[in-house]
């Protein structure tokens, strides 16, 4: 057609070619994602989606849906937000709401109505280089000081059940820490170790 033409001017046989790319994109949109990644992607709960939480270091315990009508809940994510603190420092940072997604995915996958147990949330700059120091494996800049990342462990569940649904979300970093006793999940790049 030429520029400048109005629907109403458009010919029966443009419109089908039109039709025709419209449902090749269609059809190709999948194709472009990854097989597993889609898969992962319909885990997550579309309607509401809930998460349990248990500290190790702090005993508090928290079950909410933070998410539902199509909008994260502010509350609940400031409940998220106070549980996966910094305790050493009790200080909080808005956690990012694609590793709470992630996580909601990691949980259907295995089939728990266990909590999530919390090794590590959010981590001050402080407490974070304390841990550098201290501990082998902590990066400098890790994800945890961005609200990015979460190390944890469900009970009844094997380390390597906790890994494997991780991995199996595609949705980010996951490392595995069988002599301490954790999974590694962040929402960086994806990246296993």
């Known amino acids: 057609?030429?520029?400048?033409?109005?629907?109403?001017?458009?010919?029966?046989?443009?419109?089908?070619?039109?039709?025709?790319?419209?449902?090749?994109?269609?059809?190709?949109?999948?194709?472009?994602?990854?097989?597993?990644?889609?898969?992962?992607?319909?885990?997550?709960?579309?309607?509401?989606?809930?998460?349990?939480?248990?500290?190790?270091?702090?005993?508090?315990?928290?079950?909410?849906?933070?998410?539902?009508?199509?909008?994260?809940?502010?509350?609940?994510?400031?409940?998220?937000?106070?549980?996966?603190?910094?305790?050493?420092?009790?200080?909080?940072?808005?956690?990012?709401?694609?590793?709470?997604?992630?996580?909601?995915?990691?949980?259907?996958?295995?089939?728990?109505?266990e909590p999530f147990q919390i090794i590590s949330g959010y981590r001050t700059p402080k407490t974070n280089a304390m841990l550098h120091f201290r501990t082998e494996g902590v990066a400098v800049h890790s994800l945890h000081l961005d609200g990015k990342a979460i190390d944890i462990c469900v009970e009844g569940r094997s380390l390597k059940n906790v890994r494997r649904a991780a991995m199996s979300m595609f949705g980010g970093g996951v490392g595995y820490y069988p002599r301490t006793g954790f999974v590694h999940v962040d929402t960086g790049r994806i990246r296993f170790w």
């Open 1 to 113: 057609g030429q520029l400048g033409l109005k629907n109403a001017d458009v010919t029966p046989a443009q419109v089908s070619r039109r039709k025709l790319l419209k449902m090749a994109l269609v059809a190709a949109v999948p194709a472009l994602i990854p097989g597993a990644a889609m898969a992962a992607y319909r885990v997550i709960p579309k309607r509401s989606r809930w998460l349990s939480f248990y500290n190790l270091h702090t005993g508090e315990s928290l079950r909410t849906t933070y998410f539902a009508n199509g909008e994260y809940i502010p509350g609940a994510l400031h409940e998220i937000n106070f549980i996966l603190r910094d305790w050493r420092q009790n200080e909080l940072k808005p956690i990012d709401p694609a590793l709470l997604d992630l996580l909601a995915g990691i949980h259907h996958r295995l089939e728990t109505k």
